[in-house]
């Protein structure tokens, strides 16, 4: 096999893969880090907002990438409004019945897709799409575009966090909260926040999957062990890890079926996940560990 | 006749709800004892049903098997894989808060679902395993149920028992110490994570147990009926509605779940095709919704878990042994 080969077949499905789990990985990063516990309906999530999406381009009939901003902000709404009823009421109480009722969310938000709409598998626009050729390298116009948009969003998000008053408050959130508090942080707010902000990357992340594959009711919930992987090895709480830990994740996976059996394929997060807690629990960037 | 179809799906009925009881009780020791929350029942489920499957069942062609043990060893086999399994997963995430093991337990269903499906040489792949030997599986259709029923029953009794002796034993006193308070219960010298191991694993194969006595029932173990999340969560929901960390509760919320859950499958298959499949996840969507409402209402569920306090021990001590604690003159 030649590099080029390789490349084509492997490496540049991987980014475009780690893209999509990064995406995800940095919503997850953003709620074990400041909210501190883990959201299992993350990828139900994701699901919900692809759909949301197809909705907008099949009955509105909007335009693929008008339907994006869109959706994610539907997305946002959507998690605010999940945890005003589901979650909020549980602060006070220990995290980890929060992640129960997040696994129930996970089932509800699934079941909503299946009834609305239905469980045949969807896509966004018909037809194949031929990859173009650069210098012998093939990539299709939603692959590249994919990848873009995750730089882009990452990249509006970490300016947010780093220089805005309410970006700050987060940080502060997850680096200290009682400390934040007592700073003046309004507690209430900075959750509302993160769930927006949180939500809309699930819709992206649901959206971009939902555009290079297709759409599924399962197809979050088979996201959501490569997205903890994807934000436990990075280092939770730090975006430039999740970001990194995805693409890393994607590039595994994809190039995996050199050696193992297709079928196998989603079992590599897991195994990457359980040698990260046993090696080096903080992730490569030393984020928290709960 | 109509009397005897009553009666059958009674037994029926009952049969299902001892091996729920079974996994719930499973549940109450690694959540409603110790915290440690699982999501991935089903795995354990499924190893214990194919294990105990591929050890009592006769040879077939294409597939390991034919080793025709008798069942009680099936069982067993069923509960040491289950707990062979559960010790790895355990050891790495049991340092860690319990939000680990819940991603860790889902991760590990899911692989065994990929097991299941892909390795045919020992699963039989989408076929599954048949010709599952049945105990009582030669009498006449009613008494074999009946009889199942009482064994099922019994066997839910043993564990019942065993896990109530266990719970009221100085280990179940440390497990609840540790999940109220870690750091007085380290403080006090006990081995936190060695203590939760214990814990994941015992529950673990008692789950494999449950499986087990699923696929002799059903004389059968296929991929489908291992349904990953849909499985998992009706025995979460039993055990929240019912009262965690009460094993009488336990096995109570395990009778509520699962009569609301056939009726209303009774229910919702008279419905016209193209509606009965939308009812069928809006069925998964309540169960859903009744966690949510169960957590934000009921918090200790039906039956709450008794509190250990002074006052009992105090009475128990004045039972035991009236000399000690009578009044001087």
């Given at each position: 096999m030649t590099l080029l080969e390789l490349i084509n077949f492997y490496l540049i499905p991987g980014v475009v893969l780690g893209s999509i789990y990064a995406l995800g990985a940095v919503g997850i990063t953003l709620v074990f880090g400041i909210l501190r516990f883990a959201h299992l309906a993350h990828g139900?999530?994701?699901?919900?907002?692809?759909?949301?999406?197809?909705?907008?381009?099949?009955?509105?009939?909007?335009?693929?990438?008008?339907?994006?901003?869109?959706?994610?902000?539907?997305?946002g709404a959507a998690a605010i409004g999940i945890d005003k009823y589901f979650y909020d009421y549980l602060k006070e109480r220990p995290k980890i019945l929060t992640v129960m009722a997040s696994l129930g969310i996970a089932l509800m938000l699934r079941a909503?897709?299946?009834?609305?709409?239905?469980?045949?598998?969807?896509?966004?626009?018909?037809?194949?799409?031929?990859?173009?050729?650069?210098?012998?390298?093939?990539?299709?116009?939603?692959?590249?575009?994919?990848?873009?948009?995750?730089?882009?969003?990452?990249?509006?998000?970490?300016?947010?966090?780093?220089?805005t008053k309410w970006g700050k408050a987060m940080r502060a959130m997850s680096d200290n909260p009682d400390l934040a508090l007592l700073s003046g942080v309004d507690n209430r707010k900075v959750t509302m926040l993160t769930w927006m902000i949180v939500g809309m990357l699930c819709a992206a992340a649901g959206f971009f999957l939902g555009l290079n594959t297709e759409l599924k009711a399962l197809m979050g919930w088979t996201m959501l062990l490569p997205m903890f992987a994807a934000a436990i090895l990075g280092g939770v709480g730090r975006v430039e890890g999740a970001v990194i830990g995805g693409l890393i994740i994607g590039i595994v996976e994809e190039m995996s079926v050199l050696f193992i059996p297709t079928e196998y394929k989603a079992a590599l997060a897991f195994a990457i996940l359980l040698i990260i807690l046993l090696v080096r629990p903080t992730g490569l960037l030393k984020g928290k560990v709960l | 006749m109509e009397l005897i179809g009553l009666a059958n799906y009674a037994v029926y009925m009952a049969i299902f709800i001892g091996i729920y009881a079974i996994l719930a009780l499973g549940l109450n020791i690694q959540w409603g004892f110790t915290g440690l929350f699982n999501a991935g029942i089903a795995g354990f489920f499924a190893v214990g049903a194919y294990v105990s499957a591929i050890l009592t069942s006769a040879d077939v062609a294409n597939r390991i098997g034919g080793f025709d043990?008798?069942?009680?060893?099936?069982?067993?086999?069923?509960?040491?894989?289950?707990?062979?399994?559960?010790?790895?997963i355990g050891k790495i995430c049991l340092r860690f808060r319990s939000d680990y093991l819940a991603i860790a337990t889902i991760g590990i269903a899911e692989i065994i679902r990929l097991v299941v499906k892909s390795e045919g040489w020992m699963t039989g792949g989408a076929r599954g395993v048949n010709n599952v030997p049945r105990p009582f599986g030669d009498l006449e259709y009613f008494q074999s149920q009946l009889a199942y029923m009482l064994m099922v029953f019994l066997i839910l009794g043993i564990v019942y028992f065993l896990v109530e002796r266990q719970i009221h034993a100085p280990w179940g006193r440390m497990m609840r110490a540790i999940r109220d308070n870690e750091a007085a219960a380290a403080a006090m010298g006990k081995n936190i994570e060695r203590r939760r191991l214990e814990a994941f694993i015992f529950?673990?194969?008692?789950?494999?147990?449950?499986?087990?006595?699923?696929?002799?029932?059903?004389?059968?173990?296929?991929?489908?009926?291992?349904?990953?999340?849909?499985?998992?969560?009706?025995?979460?929901?039993?055990?929240?509605?019912?009262?965690?960390g009460n094993n009488r509760g336990?096995?109570?919320?395990?009778?509520?779940?699962?009569?609301?859950w056939s009726m209303s499958e009774m229910i919702t298959d008279q419905l016209p095709q193209e509606y009965a499949i939308k009812a069928k996840y809006m069925r998964v969507f309540i169960i859903g919704l009744m966690l949510q409402l169960v957590l934000r209402f009921r918090p200790e569920g039906i039956l709450p878990e008794p509190q250990y306090t002074d006052e009992t021990n105090k009475e128990k001590v004045q039972r035991g042994s009236p000399a000690s604690d009578a009044p001087t003159t």
């Open positions: 139900d999530l994701a699901t919900f907002g692809a759909f949301a999406a197809l909705a907008l381009v099949a009955v509105g009939g909007v335009n693929v990438w008008v339907a994006l901003p869109l959706a994610m902000a539907i997305c909503i897709v299946q009834v609305v709409w239905g469980v045949d598998t969807e896509t966004y626009t018909r037809g194949i799409v031929r990859p173009e050729t650069y210098w012998g390298i093939r990539i299709r116009d939603r692959e590249l575009y994919t990848v873009i948009a995750m730089l882009g969003i990452v990249a509006v998000l970490w300016f947010f966090l780093k220089n | 043990l008798p069942i009680v060893v099936g069982w067993i086999g069923a509960m040491v894989a289950a707990g062979l399994i559960a010790w790895p529950g673990a194969a008692i789950m494999g147990l449950g499986g087990a006595l699923f696929a002799h029932f059903n004389r059968s173990i296929t991929p489908e009926a291992v349904d990953p999340m849909v499985a998992t969560f009706l025995i979460w929901i039993m055990l929240i509605l019912g009262g965690s336990a096995i109570l919320g395990v009778a509520v779940v699962w009569i609301i």
